[in-house]
């Protein structure tokens, strides 16, 4: 998948919610041309739209896609006994990892350290405080104690923790790599033109039936899934979106599944990020970073990064932009 070039860039933002605008337009397209497919998978909605000439073989790549994306589901989730992260959070270790849950760990280490570790993998087991409702003082010091991707050792042959207690979630990550690998598998098959979206994570690739560039709505975190902050035209990258209002811990948004791995709490000043990257491994893990950084910060960061842009909303509904992230 090439890099989208600066020009490409300034025409894009990302997505959440953008169904409604999305499906006007595939409406228009000869029906013969494209292959739909939705699904439940990594607790989400996973829509699946391949363009081809052939609607045979564009059936069989979308079964192929979505077969793609349960396997490295099954590999990935944490909710899964017999998956690579639940034997690893299980037993404390994990011999033989797979490919991919090592390709996933090592980018995890990379935004992890982009960020200063504000990205940590090792959350989880303040995350299940916060579900639980039990995140006291006391009690979120000692997860905290438990939390730290340093401690979290990676090589060929075994991944394993250091410390007593660890766990890990691929929450903020894993959902744009199982996209990745269902984009993969497309292109394997000679599918340019696809779009696969998967709740917060997608991946738009070449154009539409009518050979125009997709065409995405950011959504509004505060205004209901109907309401878009703006519309613009995606080809050829990943896009994210993480949000306060996904999985809120409390009424007021103000605490969420979003945590800060130093503080154990919800950083107080966004309310949605969205990113838009080569890969939607990497838009996924940044537009979780982005949330924790804040927008100062999180712009700063992410005008470093080549093929990156930004698109922050605080929760007072004021927007924070890259330099080459423009609304059409």
């Known amino acids: 998948m090439r890099r989208p070039t600066r020009r490409q860039a300034l025409k894009l933002v990302a997505v959440s919610g953008a169904g409604a605008w999305l499906g006007l337009a595939l409406a228009r397209a ?41 396997e490295l589901e099954a590999k990935l989730s944490r909710y899964r006994p017999d998956s690579d992260v639940g034997i690893l959070n299980r037993t404390g270790a994990l011999e033989r990892p797979s490919r991919e849950t090592l390709e996933v760990l090592r980018l995890a280490r990379r935004v992890h350290a982009l960020g200063g570790g504000a990205f940590d993998v090792t959350i989880l087991p303040v995350l299940e405080l916060h579900r639980r409702g039990r995140a006291s003082a006391r009690a979120l010091a000692d997860a905290l104690a438990r939390v730290g991707q340093d401690a979290l050792r ?29 984009v993969a598998v497309l292109k394997r098959r000679g599918f340019p033109n696809v779009l696969v979206d998967a709740g917060g994570d997608l991946m738009a690739c070449g154009r539409r039936p009518s050979g125009e560039p997709w065409r995405i709505g950011i959504r509004h975190p505060r205004a209901g899934r109907s309401a878009l902050l703006a519309r613009v035209e995606a080809e050829d990258v990943a896009v994210a979106t993480s949000g306060d209002y996904f999985q809120p811990f409390t009424p007021d948004l103000s605490q969420h599944h979003i945590l800060d791995p130093r503080t154990g709490r919800s950083a107080p000043e966004l309310a949605s990020a969205t990113v838009v990257a080569p890969t939607a491994a990497l838009a996924d893990g940044l537009a979780t970073l982005m949330m924790v950084l804040g927008p100062r910060r999180a712009r700063e960061l992410c005008e470093e990064l080549p093929g990156c842009e930004a698109y922050l909303v605080t929760k007072g509904a004021e927007v924070t932009r890259t330099s080459g992230f423009i609304p059409a």
């Open 154 to 182: 990676l090589d060929a042959g075994e991944v394993h923790f250091e410390r007593a207690g660890m766990a890990i979630s691929l929450d903020g990550i894993g959902k744009g790599y199982v996209v990745d690998g269902g």
């Open 30 to 70: 000869p029906s013969g041309r494209i292959a739909r497919r939705r699904r439940i998978l990594m607790g989400t909605t996973v829509n699946l739209t391949v363009v081809g000439d052939d609607p045979d073989a564009a059936e069989a790549a979308a079964d192929a896609t979505l077969a793609r994306m349960a």
